[in-house]
């Protein structure tokens, strides 16, 4: 008789679908499936946020470096004054820009005079040039934050969503005997309907950890080979000024 009403407890209640286990759940078990629910919006507008700004800035990098290595000077996009907004390479370059201006000039504004200025100055000494490189350093640092930004967020969810779901299953097998025990009735069809309910929580974390293991992993690549790429970029533009606007002097021979 026992094990004939299971079945049909279970017809009653849609196949013991996701839908009939929530509303077996109890306020303990809907409360961690709430914080699911949020961690995983949460996750989910990081991945799509930072899904977007890694195209806009490979998008934007390509047509950047494009220009910039087809004129050999390397002030020449800054003087024009073309910005590549949401390109982090150009967050290094203008940083340099600017540092090697206020080297050169002693000022890093741009104005009608700006060009006159700089074909007459003369060239700034290795040890400013050392200046301009922690700036172009600096600036590689607070681009590789800005990047990595809200990345915890899915390593919280990635490691955190499953053991949240282990607890609401724990709590909710746990409160499950609990009935049983109280009731004297230990049967399938009374204990079915709280094992279930108690599932749904593994089941939910596992729906939030999974993709948000799946993005975690391939934004994490993908920024490490745009900080790489920054760092390249830098000591680039450092071999380009320092060619161009560095005085390294004349060296005297030893046996003088």
Known sequence: ????????????????????????????????????????????SVMITKFRTIRRAQAMRDDFIA??????????????????????????????????????????????????????????????????????????????????????????????????????TVWGVMETFGDVAASGSANLAAMAPGVSAALITTVTGLLVAIPAMFGYNYLVTTLRGIIVGLDNFAAELGSEFEHKYVDHGTRERPWK
Request: net charge neutral.
């Open 67 to 168: 220009l910039f290595r087809t004129d050999r000077q390397p002030l020449r996009i800054y003087t024009d004054g073309m910005r590549f907004d949401g390109a982090p390479l150009f967050s290094v370059y203008k940083a340099g820009c600017q540092e090697l201006t206020f080297q050169l000039l002693g000022s890093a504004e741009v104005d009608e005079t700006f060009r006159g200025r700089l074909d007459s100055a003369p060239r700034i000494s290795p040890a400013q040039m050392r200046v301009v490189n922690s700036a172009m350093e600096r600036a590689v640092g607070e681009t590789a934050l800005k990047l990595e930004s809200q990345m915890i967020i899915l390593a919280t969810a990635v490691s955190g969503a499953p053991f949240l779901g282990l607890l609401g």
């Open 1 to 44: 008789m026992e094990v004939s009403l299971f079945p049909t407890l279970l017809a009653a209640s849609g196949g013991g679908s996701l839908i009939f286990a929530f509303e077996q759940s109890t306020l303990p078990g809907r409360l961690i499936l709430l914080s699911l629910f949020v961690a995983s919006i949460f996750s989910w």
